[in-house]
């Protein structure tokens, strides 16, 4: 077994009277992707900043590839990378300004190549001799993050990456994400998306209100809670009262004609399922199948929808 | 490179980039000394040639309104994420801020060089000698050091990038109520005073007697303490502010 990249353990930090995190556990295994999921104000900025040396915690054991957050800073310091919520990149350069600048700051060798491949890489090209406060969101987010690639980390956070992008930009994001994973790296991930947990993560670690209320695989935490089902709704009671006759363990609704029966969703028992009604001609109107998706999971852990989710 | 050479010029491509902060920095210390000089200069009862008695004055202000562009330089880079990744890089926390002090120097420098410049083609004349010359230059830099170190801390105590540039303007201002225009003893009750024993009124008038070519020991004294003082300050506000702020 490999040494852990991330181990937290007991992680407390509050500014002033405020509470921002109490006692958090976590372990990210090497060359993984966990995702930090939760609400604005939910501590996932300042667990980063922690992580990365930014700011003391109050309490709790944190070691990060493999060195002791308080007593060695300077070694995890050498082993990761951030890119944050708010793009630290340098407005009054260029894009190739800014390689150059974590090229020297890194002494990084071969920099001349290295720039250019980040630059083909991210698609910044065309702009890298521009100014980066002409810079688009997307593009801001890129340089960011091939600024940070130029001191070749082994674990990398990345807070909110996408907060903000549109879909398109989103979509690169990830595809980069995914790379890096296949290149090895680890990567910390926070995230107030859950479509983007889903998508990118090995494990999930939900943050609420400064405290973890779940933790494990996007499938685990989607078993969590009740199974999936299939809504089916019909023309007439008729069919409604055959059906609910023929699939006990349903549970129906005559306002509205519909039966709401357990089940994954698979195509094979969808099809079993259909199969059955129409052997036994009940005319159904139309089927929806409902997997339990992640904002069930955080209405379900949390007792509240997600804040974001919703807004959006 | 050290990472304070890499910083250096860093903030120089920043400068050279910012129309405005050429202009305050360089532009209007000439604009101000053609103003006081050639536009108004003839008003002035100083008892002697007005370009020798403002020139050490001006020399002063090309400092102070070099300082604007300083503090806001450093909130950007604290307001902005910037900071965060330098920081996780384990970039020299010195090397962020002396990357400022140096650049303000420089562009200092480089405004009282065109200062002095423009002195010279309205008449200015010196009889002060080579080391004269050398304590100019030694108390300007001296100057630039104390005064941009006390710049790079109200940068980093402000909490916003208007807060910075507003947080100098009484740097600006205070060569105004010195010995810088006009002769202290020439102004009314209570400016006079302050006038007399604020920390410009010496170094203006050790600037004077430099450039007359006959200092005053006890000015150079005064002007000395002062800056000295100032960086002091200047120094430990500005460490101590950016440990604080994460």
């Keep these: 077994m490999t040494t852990p990249a991330i181990e937290v353990s007991g992680l407390r930090k509050a500014f002033g009277d405020k509470v921002v995190l109490e006692g958090i556990d976590l372990t990210v295994a090497a060359g993984t992707v966990f995702s930090l999921l939760g609400p604005n104000g939910a501590g996932k900025t300042t667990t ?40 630290a990149v340098d407005e009054l350069l260029t ?17 001349k190549q290295l720039i250019a491949g980040l630059l083909e890489r991210f698609e910044l090209e065309e702009p890298a001799q521009k100014l980066v406060a002409t810079y688009s969101g997307g593009q801001r987010r890129k340089l960011d993050l091939a600024m940070t690639l130029v001191g070749n980390p082994r674990i990398i956070f990345l807070d ?48 609420d209100q400064g405290r973890l209320v779940a933790q494990g695989t996007p499938d685990e935490l989607k078993r969590q809670i009740p199974g999936g089902h299939v809504r089916l709704r019909f023309t007439g009671p008729g069919d409604l009262e055959a059906a609910a006759r023929l699939l006990t363990g349903g549970v129906r609704d005559d306002e509205t004609l519909t039966l709401r029966v357990p089940g994954d969703g698979g195509t094979e028992s969808l099809r079993i399922l259909l199969n059955q009604l129409h052997d036994n001609a009940i005319h159904t109107e139309d089927v929806t199948v409902h997997t339990p998706d992640l904002d069930d999971v955080f209405l379900a852990l949390t007792g509240r929808p997600n804040v974001e989710e919703v807004a959006k | 490179m050290t990472d304070s050479v890499i910083m250096l010029r860093r903030n120089a491509k920043h400068v050279a980039r910012n129309p405005t902060t050429v202009f305050n920095a360089v532009i209007f210390p000439v604009v101000i000394m053609l103003m006081f000089v050639y536009v108004l200069g003839d008003a002035f009862d100083v008892g002697e040639n007005y370009v020798d008695y403002a020139t050490p004055g001006i020399m002063l202000l090309a400092i102070c309104y070099g300082l604007s562009g300083t503090s806001t330089a450093v909130s950007s880079d604290m307001t902005k994420g910037i900071i965060n990744r330098f920081k996780v890089m384990d970039v020299s926390r010195g090397a962020v801020l002396t990357g400022h002090v140096t650049t303000t120097i420089a562009t200092n420098l480089i405004a009282v060089a065109a200062v002095v410049g423009t002195a010279f083609a309205l008449g200015f004349r010196s009889s002060g ?10 108390l300007v830099l001296l100057t630039s050091f104390a005064t941009a170190w006390l710049t790079v801390a109200l940068g980093l105590a402000a909490k916003t990038v208007e807060a910075a540039g507003i947080a100098t303007v009484p740097l600006i201002m205070l060569p105004f109520f010195s010995s810088a225009i006009v002769p202290a003893d020439k102004m009314g009750p209570g400016i006079k005073q302050f006038a007399e024993y604020q920390p410009f009124t010496p170094i203006i008038e050790t600037l004077r007697g430099l450039l007359d070519g006959t200092p005053q020991t006890g000015d150079a004294i005064a002007a000395v303490a002062w800056c000295a003082g100032i960086a002091l300050v200047g120094y430990l506000w500005a460490t101590a502010t950016f440990k604080k702020r994460a």
Excluded: C
Excluded at chain 1, 95 to 111: D, I, K, S, T
């Design chain 1, 48 to 87: 980063v900043n922690v992580l990365t040396t930014l700011i003391r915690p109050d309490g709790g054991t944190v070691r990060v590839a493999g060195h002791d957050l308080a007593a060695e800073p300077k070694a995890v310091r050498a082993a990761i990378g951030v890119t944050g919520q708010f793009a």
């Design chain 2, 129 to 138: 000698g080579f080391l004269d010359w050398l304590g100019v230059l030694g």
């Design chain 1, 95 to 111: 894009g190739q300004e800014n390689l150059q600048l974590m090229v020297e700051l890194n002494r990084a060798a071969h920099g």
């Design chain 1, 160 to 207: 909110e990456p996408t907060t903000g992008l549109d879909p398109r930009s989103r979509r690169t994001m990830w595809t980069i994400i995914r790379e890096l994973l296949a290149e090895g790296v680890t990567i910390f991930l926070t995230t107030q998306y859950l479509e983007e947990a889903d998508q990118l993560a090995d494990r999930i670690a939900v943050l």
